[in-house]
């Protein structure tokens, strides 16, 4: 499906083009879109990739993945039937998920590129998607959150008297896309279509050559002890920070002032949420995740007697490579988009569409963020920084617009950068699960915002 949706938007960019005299700026979109894949894009993954690669090293070395897998294999042998249970892919895929449960971008593709390196070795068919990583990237591609953190955020720095209005209708839609995302592929993959043969899948009960590690050795009681108070202090900062935002900024801009005099003031990042109790304590955890995940996860690996600084050494090594093997997967998508997007291909589909939907209370507006979310993270957001400054940051259409964003992905975006970093050119069935879970998000957003804002 993906060599279609591909082809299609290389040639009605070029008929488009032709048609209304725009093919020079369709050829520079196509090479921008080149340069961007490449300097934007693959090369700061580089480094970001090596960082979580290392921790995630720490993290199997020291036993902490396999604990999580295991906490959870109820739940993960349901969904993932084909992935063995005590796999080094269930606790990256667990890593993955609550990464973006958080809202944490930075963490969550390089830790969801480790799994598909993990799923990879289950693969009997090199090149060919198995059904695990396809249901991984219907997950990936239904936008499980909890706060759509940049949506809030730019709602709030536009002047919206309640940006944080978004985040149970975006609980919600998100919800209805990753029901409809895990229903869709896993109906999908029993299609003759997608359907690989029984034989070529791995066996559920068995390692598939997969070895143990050995148990790393138990921790003493000084260790035992500065691990209790590493978490007596994140424990203590986060209700800090998420119950008491007032007192804590006193105490931070006092032991600021005592460790650096002169330095500047206190201040909450910009779109903190200072009214709604939840959304400030999940902000607070995602606030507090990365420095945790940093700090933690290498000292309790120096406990269990892992050499942290080697080990790390060795797990940020695989960035780069990974970061290099997705280019020609990143040029592919993004040269595609951007000369489809150039040549007017978005705003034509959203005039042809509009007359059918205005009646369904689908405002035509939406229907270029609609199109282009799919297909490019850095256009979308643009779209609706626009919505909100043409419409007012609390109006119904900057609301729907924003509960979209939350509750949706770049789907082709993380199929080239997911698959590309594994070199899987037979997607199967993950375009279309995709593609239907960003659907049920747009549906639903546009529903529960007219019922909750609607009036």
């Known amino acids: 499906m993906l060599n279609g949706i591909w082809l299609s938007l290389l040639l009605l960019a070029a008929l488009l083009g032709a048609l209304t005299g725009q093919l020079p700026e369709v050829t520079k979109a196509g090479f921008d879109a080149c340069v961007r894949a490449v300097m934007d894009l693959a090369l700061p993954l580089a480094g970001v990739m090596a960082l979580w690669l290392g921790i995630m090293r720490l993290a ?3 036993g902490v993945v396999g604990f999580l897998a295991k906490a959870l294999r109820p739940i993960l042998t349901r969904i993932f039937p084909d992935v063995p249970p005590a796999h080094p892919a269930m606790g990256s895929m667990v890593m993955n998920m609550a990464a973006n449960m958080l809202g944490l971008a930075n963490a ?3 830790l969801g590129l480790r799994a598909m390196q993990d799923l990879e070795k289950l693969n009997p068919r090199p090149g060919v998607a198995t059904n695990a990583m396809c249901t991984f990237l219907a997950i990936n591609t239904s936008s499980v959150q909890l706060i759509p953190a940049t949506a809030v955020a730019i709602l709030a720095a536009k002047g919206s008297i309640q940006p944080s209005a978004i985040i149970g209708t975006a609980i919600f839609a998100t919800t209805c896309s990753t029901i409809v995302g895990l229903t869709s592929v896993k109906l999908l993959e029993r299609w003759p279509r997608f359907r690989l043969p029984e034989e070529a899948l791995p066996s559920p009960t068995t390692e598939t050559g997969e070895e143990q590690e050995k148990s790393p050795p138990p921790l003493n009681g000084a260790w035992k002890l500065a691990l209790m108070i590493a978490l007596a202090a994140f424990a203590l900062l986060f209700v800090m920070m998420s119950f008491f935002p007032g007192g804590f900024a006193v105490l931070a801009d006092a032991s600021r002032r005592a460790l650096a005099p002169g330095a500047a003031p206190f201040a909450f990042p910009e779109g903190w949420l200072l009214k709604h109790p939840f959304s400030r304590a999940v902000e607070t955890l995602s606030l507090l995740a990365i420095p945790f995940f940093l700090a933690v996860f290498p000292l309790y690996a120096a406990a269990r007697r892992v050499p942290v600084y080697e080990e790390f050494v060795e797990g940020a090594k695989e960035g780069f490579q990974v970061a290099v093997r997705i280019i020609p997967f990143l040029v592919a998508i993004l040269a595609a988009v951007g000369m489809f997007r150039a ?3 978005i705003d034509l589909l959203a005039r042809i569409l509009a007359p059918v ?7 035509s507006d939406l229907l270029p963020l609609v199109f282009m979310r799919p297909l490019s993270g850095s256009g979308s957001l643009g779209l609706f920084a626009e919505l ?7 109006s119904l259409i900057a609301r729907m617009a924003g509960t979209i964003m939350g509750s949706t992905e770049t789907t082709f975006y993380v199929i080239a950068v997911y698959f590309g970093s594994v070199a899987v050119r037979r997607t ?9 879970a960003d659907l049920a998000g747009v549906a639903a957003s546009v529903a529960i915002c007219n019922f909750v804002f609607g009036g």
């Not at 199967?428 to 239907?436: D, F, K, S």
């Open 357 to 363: 939907l205005d009646p369904l209370r689908f405002p």
């Open 108 to 110: 969550a593709t390089p």
């Open 60 to 62: 199997e070395k020291s």
């Open 388 to 394: 909100v400054a043409t419409h007012g940051p609390d």
């Open 343 to 345: 040549a007017g291909g």
């Open 428 to 436: 199967r069935h993950a375009v279309p699960a995709g593609l239907l």
